[in-house]
């Protein structure tokens, strides 16, 4: 009986603090302010406090941020995200509550206190995140915070209304530091492949594309419920402001509302567009013990949309020069989302013995026709070097990056080029590599995997 005493309570005093209303629409319910917290901590210094696991902060710890997410077009459901500062921000949290129509309480530009102690704090697909618990397979995980536990740890400061400006940048600086801020754009539009379709499908969390004209690729993530999940995309180029979300390597933009998106302009697609991506990479190569003509390099792409491939080379560099002595123009290619492209020197020897045809034919001495010792580049149109195998000037024979009579093969956890090569990211096969590297010749077809990664 106590216990539900308690409980009704605390209903209530939530009700008296939330539900006082200063006009029959309900459109401006009355909340009391609070300004006798003092920050002790900042928003870096909280995020450092993470060691991998999920953890319920135990000091009287207190934050201070600025509500940058709305869920009153319906785009944002059950979470706030607060930013450090109301201009240049430098970090933020996504704050987990089971309290809807949350933005009649916390206003956009509104200046929070977040109490700390007591909630959860952890980081999931590279969004920091604040709030109560579940368990999932035994593990923890922030959930959503109690609606009747908000008002315990998320207190309005009596400052006025802060003008929020976003912060104004380009989709290559894009940093996990701002993930939960807000921030500009300028000169998106909507994929071509996407032109016309709506904001989102009904009742479905569904992504859609922007392209800067640079070829720079971005995420827009929408709301089956959202209030504008029904409409159109818009057909122009322009600026988009939004809160900067992250789903693993994929940053994505999340509107409060049409507002948000001013695309007048006309578009960029009328001149020639290059696209560029860190997701695409070289995923194996190949020189079989038993079959130089079955040679091949394969590459893959792990983003989640098809890219064009113009502008792109792939270049070979023989033994230790430092000049490339083989070059191939992948212009007018196109590689699927999560899938490969396999290159060969030779077509017709390559299907008799794999059984099926490679994708391209490159001829002898291409990158495809390595020998084991040499050195591969994968660059972008803008000359940026996107992935490479080996070490340019250096000859692999009897190296870390030898894959004579074998193959060179990425690991599944790697899903991004790396400028650098890495030997960690590799499995290596050949005859007379470096101890680091397996000394176990590989033949074909049965050692081999073109076009599966």
């Known amino acids: 009986m106590k216990l539900k005493l308690a409980f009704l309570f605390k209903y209530y005093c939530f009700l008296f603090i939330f539900g006082c209303v200063k006009d029959p629409d309900f459109k401006n319910p009355e909340t009391h302010c609070n300004d006798q917290f003092i920050a002790n901590r900042t928003f870096i210094e909280i995020k450092n406090l993470f060691d991998g696991e999920v953890l319920q ?22 979470t706030i995200h607060i930013q450090d500062n109301p201009i240049n921000p430098t970090a933020g949290f996504q704050i987990e509550i ?82 939960s801020t807000l921030i500009q754009l300028e000169g998106l539009e909507v994929i071509a492949e996407e032109q016309n379709l709506t904001f989102a499908l009904p009742e479905e969390e569904t992504i859609r594309n922007l392209a800067d004209c640079k070829g720079g690729l971005i995420e827009l993530l929408n709301s089956g419920y959202s209030d504008f999940q029904d409409t159109i995309l818009p057909s122009g180029n322009g600026s988009v402001i939004a809160v900067l979300y992250r789903e693993n390597n994929d940053y994505q933009l999340i509107i409060r509302n049409l507002n948000d998106m001013d695309m007048q302009n006309e578009l960029c697609t009328d001149t020639e567009v290059f696209f560029t ?4 990479f070289i995923s194996e190569i190949a020189d079989p013990n038993n079959n130089s003509e079955a040679r091949f390099i394969e590459l893959y792409n792990a983003g989640n949309m098809q890219l064009k491939l113009d502008g792109w080379f792939l270049l ?16 007018g290619i196109q590689i699927d989302s999560y899938s490969t492209l396999v290159f060969s020197p030779n077509a017709i020897e390559f299907e008799s013995i794999y059984g099926f045809p490679p994708d391209f034919e490159l001829g002898n001495n291409s990158p495809a026709d390595s020998n084991g010792d040499d050195n591969l580049v994968l660059i972008d149109p803008f000359g940026t070097v996107i992935d490479i ?8 024979s009897g190296t870390n990056h030898e894959f004579e009579d074998g193959k060179a093969e ?6 991004t080029g790396n400028p650098v090569f ?17 000394n176990l010749p590989q033949n074909a077809p049965e050692d081999f995997s073109p076009g599966i990664r």
């Open 57 to 78: 902060i135990q000091q009287d710890l207190v934050i201070e941020g600025y509500i940058v997410s709305s869920d009153q077009a319906g785009n944002f459901f059950s």
């Open 98 to 179: 089971d309290l809807r129509d949350s933005y009649l309480f916390y206003e956009l530009g509104s200046k929070v206190y977040v109490k700390l102690k007591g909630l959860y704090f952890g980081k999931s697909k590279g969004v920091y995140k604040l709030g109560g618990v579940f368990t999932s397979f035994g593990n923890l995980s922030v959930g959503r915070l109690p609606a009747l536990a908000v008002g315990d740890h998320l207190f309005l400061s009596c400052e006025p209304i802060n003008n929020l400006v976003p912060k104004n940048i380009s989709i290559p600086e894009l940093s996990e530091d701002l993930v």
């Open 277 to 280: 991506s860190d997701q695409i």
């Open 316 to 331: 070979r560099y023989t033994n230790e020069n430092v000049t490339s002595g083989s070059e191939i123009d992948l212009s």
């Open 389 to 396: 195998f080996g070490l340019v000037g250096e000859d692999g």
């Open 410 to 415: 990425r690991n599944l956890n790697i899903v």
């Open 422 to 438: 890495t030997f960690m990211e590799w499995t290596i096969y050949n005859d007379t590599g470096g101890s680091e590297t397996l």
